[in-house]
């Protein structure tokens, strides 16, 4: 399932390291999105 969720985030969430953004500037939502990536990506590795 995680596996799953992380080609749906490549696909459908914006990628922050390719538009190179300081994550000491960024906003909240964009740090959820970090987090939420960084998540899913850990998870799917695992498996």
């Known amino acids: 399932m995680f596996q799953f969720l992380a080609r749906c985030n490549r696909l459908f969430l ?3 390291t390719k538009q190179q953004l300081d ?3 960024a906003k909240k939502w ?4 970090l ?3 960084y998540y ?3 998870r ?3 498996q």
């Open 35 to 37: 987090a939420w990536r």
């Open 44 to 46: 799917a590795l695992d």
């Open 23 to 25: 994550p000491a500037k």
């Open 14 to 16: 914006p990628s922050f």
């Open 40 to 42: 899913i990506t850990c």
């Open 30 to 33: 964009q740090l959820a999105i």
